[in-house]
């Protein structure tokens, strides 16, 4: 496909799912692929060290052993799909981590961001540049095992034959950083690139920083009960009484006792993101751009005996239960079922 038309709206079906693709499809599909691509066993990405939310790149190694010469064009693909993400106002289920987010918005990368990556090389390097290192018969090499073999690194030329000093330490702990977050993933990293930077210009990222990218592909953390309930809509029965009515009361009430993971999976189902834009509630958006808030809609007993997510529109369809726990009842089963409690507009 050229590269122009990852800019082009997207409309997806699903084979064996009705369901007309308002942005709520669109959605899943980005989130269904994305889920596919970070996958370990596929083995493009891993999991940083210290986060087991966030996905690092493996090596150029790690992965010309298990995809072979198609890495780089799954890759640019994963590129692709981060980027049109981005500009459609998708978020991601997953955070890449901090060091590939600076690479994509050109920030310089240095031994704090080591942390994100491989924290004990990180505490390592730290030590080396406060202790003496006289004794320590370091090189300006390093050992790197991959698939049971050991191979010596030169990390400057001969470098197994340059020995570490007090006077040259600085430089060997700045070749290693180099080593670590940038050469072993050199081509990994350009490919990745060239897939984001064909649908949004790398110039589009100059006046961002790698925190800004992140709460963009991801939305904000929190998920707040007072703000959500302060940017609800309500139609039908609960137009008038809005959240004074009882069944809305007891919606939120059972909210607000979910734990977060949980308030984020019925998030995610009845809008398709499981966390909400930088602007919080008060911008949750359709496909087209357009604000639309989340929204209650009352539905009697008779025409459903469960809650419907229409995540299109941001909206849950909502019985006229007889006590809250019927509706946690209810609540609690759609949820363990996900998928199969959407509806069709």
Request: charged share 20%.
């Amino acid at each position: 496909m050229d590269d122009a038309r990852w800019r082009w709206p997207f409309y997806f079906t699903i084979d064996g799912e009705a369901g007309l693709d308002a942005g709520g499809l669109s959605r899943e599909v980005v989130r269904l692929a994305a889920s596919e691509l970070t996958s370990l066993e596929f083995g493009l990405f891993r999991l940083a060290s210290t986060d087991a939310l966030s996905y690092a790149l493996q090596s150029d190694r790690a992965v010309a052993a298990a995809l072979g010469g198609d890495g780089a064009g799954w890759l640019e693909f994963a590129g692709k799909l981060v980027a049109k993400a981005l500009l459609d106002g998708t978020h991601l289920d997953f955070h890449l981590d901090r060091c590939l987010l600076k690479h994509v918005c050109g920030e310089p990368v240095a031994l704090a961001d080591l942390r994100f990556l491989d924290y004990a090389l990180f505490a390592s390097l730290t030590k080396v540049l406060d202790m003496d290192v006289t004794d320590l018969a370091l090189t300006f090499s390093v050992d790197i095992e991959s698939f049971g073999a050991v191979e010596t690194v030169d990390l400057v030329e001969n470098g197994a034959d340059v020995p570490v000093t007090e006077a040259n330490k600085r430089a060997f702990v700045d070749a290693r950083v180099k080593a670590a977050l940038f050469t072993a993933y050199a081509d990994n990293i350009g490919a990745f690139l060239r897939g984001v930077y064909a649908v949004v210009p790398a110039e589009a990222f100059l006046l961002a920083s790698s925190r800004d990218l992140e709460l963009l592909l991801c939305g904000a953390p929190d998920l707040d009960v007072a703000a959500w309930r302060a940017n609800t809509a309500y139609k039908g029965a609960f137009a008038v009484a809005g959240d004074a009515h009882r069944v809305v009361g007891w919606f939120w009430e059972v909210l607000a006792e979910y734990a977060p993971a949980r308030r984020a999976q019925l998030l995610q189902w009845c809008t398709g993101h499981g966390r909400v834009p930088v602007q919080g509630f008060s911008h949750l958006q359709g496909r087209d751009g357009v604000l639309r808030p989340f929204t209650l809609t009352s539905v009697s007993l008779d025409a459903a005996i469960f809650p419907r997510a229409h995540t299109c529109f941001n909206r849950i369809d909502v019985p006229l239960y007889e006590s809250k726990a019927d509706l946690a009842k209810a609540l609690t089963l759609v949820l363990d079922l996900g998928d199969c409690t959407f509806s069709m507009d």
